[in-house]
């Protein structure tokens, strides 16, 4: 008996470590552009202003910017984000496609470069002139990054 005991408190203690080491998400809300979108709990806010919003997670970066055509459309983005793709010079182009999240339309491009998975996302918010750009960075290999881009990008939607 006392060696169940035993183990049932080595699980317990093995889980509540391990929870307490669980990354947390939270919400932030770019209030320029009342956008929110979820980052992980060790992401620290880098440029909070009006014209651009960066953010550096572990071996993460992220960054979203605003520009103002009312006359942009979704099918227009894919060539936007690929040319934003072209110019950070990536090595090699994995994705391309479009996405539409809570509300926002648009389009991303996946590449590499120098050891960096490369994630570049257009999209627009059809109510208003405002349209965006986003990118995000982490090392190629890092299925960790992967998966938490993900989770930012399925998280991007308006207040």
């Not at 651009?52 to 459309?73: C, H, Q, W, Y």
């Not at 227009?76 to 040319?83: E, F």
């Amino acid at each position: 008996m006392k060696k169940i005991l035993n183990l049932i408190l080595v699980l317990v203690s093995s889980l509540t470590l391990s929870s307490l080491n669980a990354q947390q998400d939270w919400d932030f809300e770019w209030t320029h552009h009342n956008i929110i979108f979820t980052l992980a709990e060790d992401f620290k806010v880098v440029t909070n202003t009006a014209d651009e919003f960066t953010a550096k997670g572990d071996g993460m970066d992220f960054g979203i910017f605003p520009f103002n055509d009312n006359s942009v459309e979704q099918t227009d983005m894919i060539s936007y984000t690929l040319a934003i793709a072209k110019s950070l010079n990536m090595e090699q182009l994995d994705d391309v496609d479009v996405i539409e999240m809570n509300g926002l339309k648009g389009s991303y491009v996946e590449g590499y470069k120098d050891g960096q998975r490369i994630v570049t996302l257009g999209f627009i918010d059809p109510e208003s002139a405002t349209n965006f750009f986003a990118v995000i960075t982490f090392a190629d290999n890092d299925e960790v990054a992967e998966n938490e881009a993900v989770r930012m990008i399925t998280s991007l939607r308006k207040k």
